[in-house]
């Protein structure tokens, strides 16, 4: 996954339990359980395009390397 891709709820979850499981191996042995999705909410991508204009923001990592940094 790089920058700007989009990525599913599940994909959330699994870059956080990767980097959760490092801290807390046990995690390994629960199984995640999710509803339904509403309407809409199978993707998720962040609008960055008024940060970028204003702020000359730019991003630099992707997701998976930006979760795993806020988790450490």
């Known amino acids: 996954m790089s920058v700007g891709d989009r990525a599913t709820f599940n994909d959330l979850l699994g870059f ?5 499981e490092i801290e807390f191996p046990h995690l390994k042995s629960y199984k995640l359980i999710c509803q ?3 309407p809409g909410g199978r993707y998720y991508l962040a609008d960055i395009s008024k940060d970028k204009k204003l702020l000359g923001y730019c991003s630099s990592h992707c997701i ?6 806020l988790i450490k």
């Open 64 to 69: 998976g390397a930006g979760l795993m940094k």
């Open 36 to 38: 339904d999705f509403p």
């Open 16 to 20: 956080m339990r990767a980097g959760l």
